[in-house]
């Protein structure tokens, strides 16, 4: 079965310019989550989505960054004006609820790599 | 706020040694406890779970006990491997809802054959 899909696997672009990375969920997953893992740290999140939905945006650090995520599927992140900060690996992960346990197990794609030169 | 705070690397040990990576937590409510796996040039994994206390998560002779009493989650594995070598990042889920998971910095672990 299919895992989540993200592309660009990489991304290089000048800085100003706007950049779009895309994920793909697992199919039936309704939950879809952004994080970043910028070189030395953690993760971060970014957004969350329960359908098209966001009810947690509080990680995305700006408004230069924006998500979107159509038909329940496919969700874009969106970065305008590109800075050298946002160079990061961008991960996408999604969710539904274990039957069993009520709880939920989020699915990581393989990530983008941005650089911005 | 959450938090989760592991154990700082790298961790570098032989083959066949015992491995501790200490990881607590602070959250409100009930979260589940999760420790990911992050192989060289691979994506993030999940490799073991907790979701109450005292119950054990355990996978490819890993394993970590949930205990509410330290607010810990420790990862241990009895003899590891150079294959065991990544990134491990311990994690929580508050009241395990749909909603974000809160990583910890990651800990380097290097095996030496």
């Known amino acids: 079965g299919a895992g989540v899909s993200q592309s660009p696997s990489n991304k290089v672009t000048e800085k100003g310019k706007d950049v779009e990375l895309r994920c793909d969920p697992i199919?039936?997953?309704?939950?879809l989550y952004w994080y970043r893992q910028s070189l030395g740290q953690g993760l971060e999140f970014l957004i969350y989505?329960?359908?098209?939905?966001?009810?947690?945006k509080s990680g995305l650090p700006s408004d230069r960054f924006s998500a979107e995520r159509t038909g329940g599927s496919v969700s874009t992140l969106t970065i305008q004006r590109t800075q050298q900060e946002d160079s990061a690996v961008y991960l996408c992960a999604s969710s539904s609820r274990f039957t069993l346990t009520g709880s939920y197990e989020q699915y990581f794609g393989p990530g983008t790599r941005l650089t911005v030169t | 706020g959450d938090s989760v705070t592991q154990m700082e690397g790298p961790v570098t040990l032989s083959e066949e040694a015992f491995l501790t990576i200490n990881c607590t937590y602070t959250?409100?409510?009930?979260?589940?406890l999760f420790w990911y796996v992050q192989y060289p040039g691979e994506g993030l994994q999940l490799l073991l779970k907790a979701t109450k206390a005292d119950d054990k998560g355990s996978n490819k002779g890993f394993e970590a006990t949930y205990r509410k009493e330290t607010t810990s989650f420790h990862l241990e594995k009895g003899s590891v491997q150079v294959s065991d070598s990544a990134v491990y990042f311990c994690a929580l889920n508050v009241d395990s809802s749909a909603s974000k998971i809160i990583f910890g910095s990651g800990t380097r672990l290097s095996i030496r054959p």
């Open positions: 199919s039936g997953h309704t939950a």
């Open positions: 989505f329960q359908g098209n939905s966001a009810p947690d």
């Open positions: 959250a409100t409510g009930y979260p589940s």
